[in-house]
């Protein structure tokens, strides 16, 4: 069975400094892993996965993500934050065989004050 | 290129009703997935259609149903409905899954009375 593990209910930064959202996962073989963005009253929207390669992937509004498999963590960064960043993320897990499903992690808070 | 669209945004049932939801997928994208959020549980997978076919599902009652026509667009169907039915129900698209990015609607608001 596949799982995500995003610790933090909240995250709180100050615009202008880089942010941290933390993601871990659990999957037999090699996964891959989405960031998902969710503004109020709106469905998901894409930021970026990692399927193989690089492990630093770049995806829009400037996120990017590190996937470390010895900690199998694939945390979203941003070296500034803006206001408009203020949403919920998600991390997603899906396997690469068959017709897996993608798994969510429940969710982080980023709020960014001014 | 038009994004997933979902109908109605918002539904207010009573308990015991059934409601009908509609998806209709990116252009030319044959893998619809729902979804159910609710603050609670989080994003819940419900199933998934490939070429009308169930393709995958998840732990929900069988008052949960679903179906997808010829043209990809799909439909979710609740019966009996109860209070706890109540949720954002979350529709995504994609060409084929795997690696590929699903793609979001806007949702339909259910609330149950």
């Known amino acids: 069975a596949q799982s995500v593990a995003q610790p933090e209910d909240q995250v709180n930064v100050a615009e202008g400094n880089p942010l941290t959202v933390k993601c871990t996962y659990s999957v037999s073989g090699n996964p891959y892993l989405f960031w998902y963005v969710q503004y109020p009253n709106r469905g998901l929207q894409f930021l970026l996965k990692y399927i193989t390669g690089d492990n630093l992937v770049k995806g829009s509004y400037g996120f990017e993500a590190e996937f470390n498999k010895s900690q199998t963590s694939f945390h979203l960064k941003k070296p500034s934050a803006l206001v408009s960043d203020s949403a919920l993320y998600f991390c997603?897990?899906?396997?690469?065989?068959?017709?897996?499903?993608?798994?969510f992690g429940k969710g982080t808070m980023l709020l960014v004050s001014p | 290129k038009a994004g997933v669209t979902q109908t109605p945004r918002y539904l207010i049932k009573t308990r015991g009703q059934q409601v009908t939801l509609s998806c209709s997928p990116i252009?030319?994208?044959?893998?619809v997935s729902w979804y159910q959020q609710t603050p609670g549980q989080g994003l819940q997978f419900l199933f998934e259609y490939f070429s009308e076919t169930q393709r995958n599902k998840g732990n929900f009652p069988g008052r949960f149903s679903g179906r997808q026509f010829s043209n990809s667009r799909s439909e979710m169907n609740v019966s009996t409905l109860e209070l706890g039915d109540s949720a954002l129900y979350l529709c995504?698209?994609?060409?084929?899954?795997?690696?590929?990015?699903?793609?979001f609607g806007d949702g339909t608001r259910l609330s149950i009375l």
């Open positions: 995504a698209s994609s060409p084929q899954g795997g690696d590929q990015p699903q793609h």
């Open positions: 252009s030319g994208h044959r893998s």
């Open positions: 997603a897990v899906r396997i690469p065989s068959g017709y897996s499903t993608l798994t």
